[in-house]
């Protein structure tokens, strides 16, 4: 896109999203690129924004700052942030420029008096109707109010060095094209364009696209299957040893192995006859990203500040042990033997009045679960579906946990759509999961709750949204935010599977093979307790 056609679509891009209301001011440029990069604006169709036009979007808004045929732009600059503290649009920006006093017109007395109760009805119609004199609350707000308001929602600088220090300069996000498949997308792009559809080739847009897969049983007239890559009878056949691929070339059905077919576990029938996808990806697709990399390098942080500023219970950077893990009976092993915890996370199999593809705890068993006696402070993160929602509360009160937070994962598919067919609820397919957070219940001499002082807060939002993938598997993101939370520290996971063990982490479970413990006085525990464990393990 070039600097004029760029001007233009983010003068009209700015009108549509701050008519809309979904922004307000006062908002940082960064702010309002994500929103306009999430929005979607018809002016930017030809060119979907990205997180590097940031630089270009400041010098359109400076620019508007000084004149805009859509109404008026109010900046500050400061510590090179760029922040839009007030807008005017439409009318606003005539009075503001020129507030002239309007002129009363004439008016007939004798004949307002005759006309009555009608010409009240249409002035008080006309008055209702009339535009505010100012567009927002800041309008009437003088100079120096705004800077002190626009002062006030600034992050202070610990809250900007915290940001700053657990920053990712490497994002893993790509988003996918809404037309899917690469044919599909050429083929919009050049309606879009006014391009002749004869001609067969047409560059496609940068994000990720999928390909069909198409098997001897596969019918596309069918659509897409509702679990795509996680449906039982196509678990994505490179990843999935146990299936043996379709032979080249054949059209006779392959038998797949016992509680994978198409309808449910532990049935024998044929594989899923509707659409499913892999990702479509040519080493030329990566040619129009090369630009971002010397971005996102030249972001990195070269000489990260020396402060001690939102380093956990530790208080200074720690070494970070590989992934340790115990394998055991959950409900009869010897906790006391783990010492204390800073964090803990579980993912308990409760019971939710469902066929499940894995054995359940009562919820008496769950309420005599030993979690106090692996926390004198800390927070637990606790995640609950269905029914367990309100017994996980109860749980919480019962360890002697009070629940500060609650954050929500929003399932996606293989395509990043939001899921239609969970395979959990009663009443509605689920998609969503819930992980309670609790922190260990300490009160001062006044009786007010005392929070960790150690823990890092406003860092993350509440939501994720991200991908489904095995049974059980939570989402990467979580353990993420927990870390960034509380750096350093102890942390353990409770009901882990192999795919959960993490460097930094312990994780307890009953599928998770040989013991591997690297913490030397934790190995010299457990050995003294159960001495038949732990032979040949790193910390053995």
């Not at 367990?388 to 996606?412: H, I, N």
């Not at 998609?431 to 929070?451: C, P, R």
Request: glycine fraction near 8%; charge should be neutral.
């Amino acid at each position: 896109m070039v600097d004029d056609e760029f001007t233009a679509a983010v003068r009209s891009a700015v009108r549509d999203v701050f008519a809309s209301g979904k922004i307000s001011t006062p908002i940082s440029s960064m702010d309002l690129l994500l929103s306009l990069i999430a929005s979607k604006p018809a002016a930017c169709s030809s060119h979907s924004l990205r997180l590097t036009d940031l630089h270009r979007l400041e010098s359109v808004l400076e620019s508007l700052s000084s004149r805009w045929e859509h109404g008026i732009l109010s900046l500050s600059r400061e510590g090179g942030a760029l922040t839009i503290t007030d807008v005017h649009l439409g009318n606003a920006m005539a009075e503001v420029v020129n507030p002239r006093k309007r002129k009363r017109p004439p008016v007939d007395e004798e004949a307002d008096s005759a006309a009555g109760d009608d010409l009240d009805e249409r002035s008080s119609r006309s008055i209702t109707h009339s535009p505010p004199p100012s567009a927002t609350p800041l309008a009437n707000l003088g100079k120096e109010l705004r800077e002190v308001y626009a002062i006030l929602q600034r992050a202070t600088a610990k809250g900007r060095l915290m940001a700053e220090r657990f920053y990712a300069s490497h994002g893993s996000f790509s988003p996918v094209c809404s037309y899917i498949t690469k044919e599909d997308c050429g083929k919009a792009r050049r309606e879009s364009s006014g391009v002749a559809s004869s001609q067969s080739t047409s560059p496609i847009c940068d994000r990720v696209h999928f390909k069909p897969l198409i098997r001897p049983h596969t019918d596309p007239s069918l659509g897409h299957c509702s679990y795509l890559n996680t449906c039982y009878s196509e678990p994505t056949y490179a990843q999935s040893p146990s299936i043996p691929p379709f032979p080249s070339g054949s059209s006779t059905r392959v038998s797949l192995p016992s509680g994978l077919g198409a309808g449910g576990r532990g049935k024998e029938k044929a594989p899923c006859r509707y659409l499913h996808f892999e990702v479509d990806w040519d080493e030329k697709d990566g040619q129009a990203m090369n630009s971002d990399i010397g971005w996102k390098e030249a972001q990195r942080m070269r000489n990260p500040f020396k402060l001690d500023i939102g380093m956990g219970p530790d208080g200074k950077a720690m070494q970070t042990l590989p992934p340790q893990w115990i394998n055991c009976d959950l409900r009869r092993f010897d906790y006391s033997v783990l010492g204390k915890f800073h964090v803990i996370m579980a993912d308990p199999p409760w019971d939710i009045h469902m066929s499940l593809p894995y054995g359940t705890m009562t919820d008496d068993e769950m309420r005599a679960m030993p979690i106090p006696a692996l926390q004198d402070e800390g927070l637990l993160f606790l995640w609950v579906t269905g029914r367990a929602m309100e017994v996980g509360r109860e749980c919480l009160r019962v360890w002697g946990y009070t629940r500060v937070d609650e954050v929500v994962w929003v399932k996606t598919n293989q395509l990043q759509r939001v899921i239609r067919t969970g395979r959990t609820g009663h009443w509605l397919n689920h998609t969503k999961e819930h992980m309670l957070v609790g922190v260990k219940t300490h009160v001062d001499e006044a009786g007010n709750f005392k929070f960790p002082s150690w823990v890092n807060r406003g860092l993350d939002t509440d939501v994720i949204v991200s991908e489904v993938r095995e049974t059980s598997r939570k989402p990467d993101e979580v353990y993420g935010l927990i870390e960034r939370m509380c750096p350093g520290g102890r942390k353990v996971e409770i009901f882990g599977r192999k795919h959960n063990t993490r460097p930094g982490w312990l994780t307890l479970g009953n599928q998770l093979g040989p013991d591997q413990i690297y913490e030397e006085d934790l190995a010299a525990r457990i050995k003294a307790r159960y001495p038949e464990r732990l032979s040949g393990t790193p910390g053995g």
